[in-house]
Nanobody, 115 residues
Framework: QVQLVESGGGLVQPGGSLTLSCAAD????????MGWYRQAPGSQRETVAV???????SYAASVKGRFTISRDNAKNTIYLQMNGLRPEDTATYYC?????????WGQGTQVTVSS
């Protein structure tokens, strides 16, 4: 199974920015889609942003215009640039890679937005 390792989480004030990274230990071109998901305490995991192998992107309505997902196939890494962070963005953020034959999840990175 592919290992995905997230990094870049932390504590940030409302209105601040963070960039999350998700590095794979093998080529990410094996995945049809890669994405970021988040889960707050007591809530279900939700989709934040997804990018497919040809670069099509979708965002959750709650983050559209504030977050940007990107991928660097040469570095086997995807990113999530998060601007204008709000307290309701506080959650554990997970990276996912999916294809018809496999799916992989990272261990998660905590993002806390608080003053």
């Amino acid at each position: 199974q592919v290992q995905l390792v997230e990094s870049g989480g932390g504590l940030v004030q409302p209105g601040g920015s963070l960039t999350l990274s998700c590095a794979a230990d093998t080529s990410i071109s094996r995945f049809l889609t890669m994405g970021w998901y988040r889960q707050a305490p007591g809530s279900q995991r939700e989709t934040v942003a997804v990018i497919n192998h040809v670069g099509d992107i979708s965002y959750a309505a709650s983050v559209k215009g504030r977050f940007t997902i990107s991928r660097d196939n040469a570095k086997n890494t995807i990113y999530l640039q998060m601007n204008g962070l709000r307290p309701e963005d506080t959650a554990t953020y997970y990276c996912n890679g999916w294809s018809s034959s496999e799916t992989s999840w990272g261990q998660g990175t905590q993002v806390t937005v608080s003053s």
